[in-house]
């Protein structure tokens, strides 16, 4: 067997390479995605941790990638609620327009308000 001296495409037989070409595609998917920042830093860390032996002839290699990317843009909205006396349900709403349901609460009523 061939001896190759430990090199980035090399170490646990090309792992780092492979890891980082997998979080790489995952970048691109994030930075297309409409739903994040356009101008968010995403990053990529490879970390490679070597734990030598006792008698430091060999040693145990672990090579890990993780990223940080954009997060999803938040989203606001609103839900009414409507309620029988005993149940109460959640509606979505249109931005802007409340749904004419029966049972709709209004919270001005139960403070004694104006409809």
């Not at 980035?8 to 995952?26: H, K, V």
């Not at 490879?46 to 672990?62: F, G, H, I």
């Not at 997060?71 to 004419?100: T, Y």
């Amino acid at each position: 067997m061939e001896q190759k001296k430990v090199a980035l495409d090399t170490i646990n037989s090309g792992a780092a390479t492979d890891l980082f070409n997998e979080e790489f595609e995952a970048l691109l998917k994030n930075l297309a995605d409409e739903n994040t920042s356009p101008t968010k830093t995403r990053t990529i860390t490879l970390k490679v941790t070597v734990k030598p032996n006792e008698t430091r002839e060999s040693a145990a290699t672990m090579v890990e990638v993780s990223h940080s990317f954009a997060p999803m843009k938040p989203h606001a909205g609103m839900v009414v609620f409507s309620s029988d006396g005993r149940n109460i349900e959640a509606f979505a709403v249109s931005q802007g327009k409340q749904p004419d349901l029966p049972g709709v609460i209004q919270f001005a009523e139960k403070a004694g308000g104006a409809k």
